[in-house]
């Protein structure tokens, strides 16, 4: 069937469209390739123009949203971490529950990350039993059919693709102490409260012992206060007359905020060159790929260098000899 998209209304009449087009596609399965109309699994098949609308660092991230029945989950927010991957729900407490990677035909035991989704022609999902059946329990979880490009016949074709983006924090912070200063006003009004109302303390004797008990509470003192002041006023604010250092004059100390060093706006960059083309008996697809993801988080960015050369000749009509290399350095 055609896809739709509707507007969301109280009331919603769909009429389903048959598309003929897409029972004529050929889809890749474990046995090879066969066409939607003759293929009697469950499968569903993510193609090269739908990765590369996918800004992420990890290919299994992109699949997310994209394929009914399987729910991926990202572990955390580092990027290019590998998400969680479900076809067919949880079938184990013990045992793996992830699904198999075949890429080239080939099964795959590495991280995920390390391959580039710019270099993906389609991905396969084969989500019952009897399409992953040649994969024997290996495939108990489902397998993910992952085929790379290869070159094409005619001209050479060179093809350079640089995205830049802005990495940033997109829900805005909940109010949090930013200063040494809110920090002693809320750590005072917290033992204020306890003697004024757990004690039976009046008011100008948790007054005192608040201030009293504030730095050996903490277990540390960061201001230098006037000899016979109090650190915070009856008001519960800061004396004004506190400086934020030691008692010889000298401003050791300078507020920072701690959301602001921790949370930062950083750059993303990918840039990907590719050289594809071919022959009647010889066909080539080199690329190769840089891409830096830096988080928002200090030290928590993705940094991934990635080459591969898909190279096909047909030597006789029955002999047809490949060669398909590639190498990643992910940091």
Do not use: C, H
């Amino acid at each position: 069937m055609q896809t739709q998209e509707v507007d969301i209304k109280p009331n919603i009449k769909v009429f389903m469209r048959s598309d003929s087009e897409m029972l004529d596609e050929v889809m890749v399965v474990a046995y090879g390739t066969a066409k939607k109309s003759a293929f009697t699994g469950s499968a569903s098949v993510i193609k090269s123009e739908t990765l590369e609308k996918r800004q992420v660092s990890n290919l299994s991230n992109a699949l997310s949203g994209t394929v009914s029945g399987v729910q991926t989950q990202s572990t955390n927010g580092q990027p290019g971490t590998s998400a969680t991957v479900r076809i067919r729900g949880i079938g184990s407490m013990y045992a793996s529950n992830d699904p198999l990677y075949v890429v080239d035909g080939i099964p795959y035991e590495g991280d995920i990350s390390a391959v580039n989704s710019q270099d993906i022609e389609s991905m396969t999902v084969l989500k019952d039993a009897a399409a992953a059946a040649l994969y024997g329990a290996r495939g108990a979880n489902g397998v993910i059919l992952v085929t790379t490009k290869k070159g094409k016949s005619g001209d050479t074709q060179i093809s350079l693709d640089a995205r830049w983006g802005v990495n940033s924090r997109l829900v805005k912070n909940y109010d949090v102490l930013q200063n040494a200063n809110t920090y002693m006003e809320t750590a005072y009004s917290a033992l204020y409260n306890g003697y004024l109302y757990n004690s039976g303390y009046t008011a100008e004797r948790a007054y005192q012992l608040a201030n009293a008990d504030l730095f050996p509470k903490l277990g540390y003192q960061v201001y230098t206060i006037p000899d016979g002041q109090y650190l915070i006023g009856r008001n519960g604010k800061l004396n004004p007359y506190a400086t934020l250092g030691y008692s010889d004059g000298d401003y050791y100390y300078t507020p920072d905020n701690w959301s602001d060093e921790m949370f930062q706006s950083n750059l993303r960059q990918e840039y990907n060159l590719s050289v594809s083309g071919g022959s009647d008996k010889l066909s080539y697809y080199l690329s190769a790929s840089y891409l830096n993801d830096e988080g928002i988080i200090e030290n928590s960015g993705f940094e991934r260098i990635s080459t591969r050369m898909n190279v096909d000749y047909q030597a006789k009509k029955w002999l047809k000899l490949g060669v398909n290399l590639s190498y990643s350095n992910v940091t």
